[in-house]
């Protein structure tokens, strides 16, 4: 099992930032590759950001290239997301996902073995 706990989520204007963390526990983090999932209200859930097992593989939904950055430190257990330029459309629940297959990185929440509770961004206009 892995557990994963999502932090940094809150309140923020059009325009700011914020840098979402997912601590993981239980297993060799460096053995899942990670990805970041956000449900809007009435939306469903949607593909952000993933990483391969040593951070040298990304990939990005198209609306938050350029804005948005995913990263990992093994050492830490950690996975990162941080969000830069934050829009209104951008207000979600963010979840992080390991997936047990290490080596790629892939986009359906269907692949992904263990979930986090999520953590709330809201962006204000």
């Known amino acids: 099992q892995v557990q994963l706990v999502e932090s940094g989520g809150g309140l923020v204007q059009a325009g700011g930032s914020l840098r979402l963390s997912c601590a993981a526990s239980?297993?060799?983090?460096?053995?899942?590759?990670m990805g970041w999932f956000r449900q809007g209200p009435g939306k469903e859930r949607e593909f952000v950001a993933a990483?391969?097992?040593?951070?040298?593989?990304?990939e990005y939904t198209d609306s938050v290239k350029g804005r948005f950055t995913i990263s990992r430190d093994n050492a830490k257990n950690t996975v990162y997301l941080q969000m830069n330029s934050l829009k209104p459309e951008d207000t979600a629940d963010y979840s992080c996902?390991?997936?047990?297959?290490?080596?790629?990185?892939?986009?359906?929440?269907?692949?992904?073995?263990?979930w986090g509770q999520g953590t709330q961004v809201t962006v204000s206009s």
């Open positions: 996902a390991a997936d047990g297959r290490a080596y790629g990185t892939r986009r359906s929440p269907h692949d992904y073995d263990y």
């Open positions: 990483i391969n097992w040593n951070g040298r593989i990304t």
């Open positions: 239980g297993r060799t983090f460096s053995d899942y590759a």
